[in-house]
């Protein structure tokens, strides 16, 4: 199915586990970005990506690492987690720097 | 990086037109203005976007001041579904296309 997909949706981890989110889109968009939302918060960005082996810093990174070795994929990894990371992880992708951005459904993470 | 600044929140009646301000004094040249809107817990859904000039769409219709330091999103027809938070959000090629998003308002729409 076209468009844009997260897994899982809901995900309980023990804080110091590696966690990897996943994202992929099946249009080929150039830019994709990852949010974290807290409750009752907006949306912040953790990172973003212009295109494969392009990557940069959002407003918080501390704690994530990201990867996009292809167009479609740009999975977010939680080297070791922490109970502050518990959120609702939302993953986005536009074509281009100023097309409009679609959203996946998101993921909903627990760390304990 | 432009900023935006919006009302925390605003109540609308049913079947009236909702008008949500959106304030960008910073904005630059080529620098898009873009509107989203988020339901409950679901992904923020996009509405519409303009550079320069007015824009309608299915949704809503964007109107944007000469200047272009603000604009105002219009929702013609509000409807019990429209309750969201909503977005104003400045991007462009010179932030490096990054999407950041700012508190947003929190539209009620009431019968």
């Known amino acids: 199915d076209a468009g844009i997909t997260q897994s899982p949706r809901y995900k309980i981890t023990e804080t110091g586990r590696q966690v990897t989110l996943m994202c992929h889109q099946t249009?080929?968009?150039?830019?994709m970005f990852w949010y974290r939302q807290d409750l009752g918060h907006g949306l912040r960005l953790i990172y973003y990506?212009?295109?494969?082996?392009?990557?940069d810093k959002g407003e918080v990174p501390d704690g994530y690492v990201v990867s996009r070795s292809k167009t479609e994929n740009f999975p977010l990894t939680l080297e070791s987690a922490t109970r502050s990371q518990t959120s609702v992880y939302f993953c986005?992708?536009?074509?281009?720097?100023?097309?409009?951005?679609?959203f996946g459904q998101g993921t909903r993470l627990t760390v304990v | 990086d432009a900023k935006t600044t919006q009302p925390p929140s605003m109540d609308c009646a049913e079947g009236r037109a909702a008008n949500l301000p959106c304030n960008h004094s910073?904005?630059?040249?080529?620098?898009?203005v873009y509107w989203y809107r988020q339901i409950h817990s679901q992904g923020p859904q996009y509405i519409i976007h303009?550079?320069?000039n007015n824009e309608t769409n299915e949704m809503a219709s964007l109107i944007i001041t000469e200047d272009r330091k603000s604009s105002t999103l219009i929702l013609p027809h509000a409807t019990l579904r429209d309750t969201a938070v909503y977005y104003c959000?400045?991007?462009?090629?010179?932030?490096?296309?990054?999407?950041?998003f700012g508190q947003g308002t929190e539209l009620s729409v009431k019968p």
């Open positions: 910073t904005i630059s040249g080529n620098e898009y």
């Open positions: 959000i400045v991007r462009g090629f010179n932030q490096g296309g990054k999407l950041i």
């Open positions: 303009g550079l320069k």
């Open positions: 986005a992708s536009s074509e281009s720097g100023v097309s409009e951005a679609f």
């Open positions: 990506s212009a295109a494969a082996d392009i990557t």
């Open positions: 249009w080929s968009h150039s830019y």
